[in-house]
């Protein structure tokens, strides 16, 4: 129970960033959330891939973004990365269905997908876009709600 209660405390702020952070235990491929086909997708030829992550607990941030992209490795592998809540807690839910992608020289691709965060000011669920921005020649990604959608 006091493991459930700090983990609420932190989402508590749905203003607090968002975590990027290399793959760790969300990314086993047991996490890909099912149907595949409806919960991945490649762009920039193929280059980049995003998918879902269902890791069943906890319930209030068993949702994660995985992102697979440049830079390669010497190896030829693509960057493993996760898109979470806070550092500890995925998401309470990612609609991937809302999924929109653009790109812009100067910042690189911008991906949108509206998630759901346990909001304590609300007590209870809030519905967000999640904005995440990947710069495929450093790798650097970050990502953050959109505040003013609601």
């Not at 959330?33 to 193929?46: I, K």
């Not at 669920?125 to 003013?148: H, I, W």
Request: hydrophobic share 45%; proline share 5%.
């Amino acid at each position: 129970m006091i493991r459930i209660l700090s983990l609420l405390l932190t989402m508590a702020s749905p203003a607090a960033a968002q975590v990027v952070a290399p793959c760790d235990w969300q990314a086993s491929a047991q996490a890909l959330a099912e149907p595949w086909e409806e919960n991945s997708r490649t762009f920039a030829n193929g280059k980049v891939r995003l998918a879902v992550l269902d890791t069943i607990e906890p319930a209030v941030g068993f949702a994660w973004l995985l992102v697979l992209s440049p830079p390669f490795s010497e190896l030829g592998d693509r960057q493993c990365r996760v898109v979470g809540a806070s550092a500890d807690i995925g998401f309470a839910g990612l609609f991937f269905d809302t999924l929109t992608s653009s790109y812009h020289p100067l910042t690189g691709l911008t991906f949108q997908v509206d998630a759901r965060f346990y909001d304590a000011s609300a007590d209870g669920f809030a519905r967000r876009p999640l904005v995440v921005t990947l710069n495929q020649s450093t790798g650097e990604m970050t990502a953050q709600y959109v505040e003013d959608a609601e």
